[in-house]
């Protein structure tokens, strides 16, 4: 897949996200695995992967990570961290 698809413009309004999606992607952002996202969500492990799968097809990406850097890019949840900046 080339990077001009992976980055297509994708509409907010044509994205339904609930708050346990914006949950999922918080903790994906900030480092957990599916299993404590799901005692935190209180969902099964399956459910996770799952809403986590429509949400790649949805931002038409692969991966969790590529789906964080999405709902940031877009955003549908906010970078909690500040980016490494090089030494002078």
Do not use: F
Not at 21 to 38: F, M, Q
Not at 54 to 69: H, P, S, W, Y
């Amino acid at each position: 897949m080339n990077r001009k698809a992976i980055w297509k413009k994708i509409q907010l309004d044509d994205l339904e996200w609930d708050e346990i999606d914006e949950k999922i992607l918080n903790g994906l952002a900030d480092g957990k695995n599916r299993d404590e996202i799901a005692k935190d969500c209180i969902l099964s492990k399956r459910t996770i992967d799952t809403r986590i799968s429509k949400m790649c097809d949805a931002m038409m990406v692969k991966g969790q990570m590529a789906v964080v850097l999405k709902a940031i890019a877009l955003g549908i949840i906010k970078n909690h961290y500040e980016p490494i900046k090089r030494p002078n």
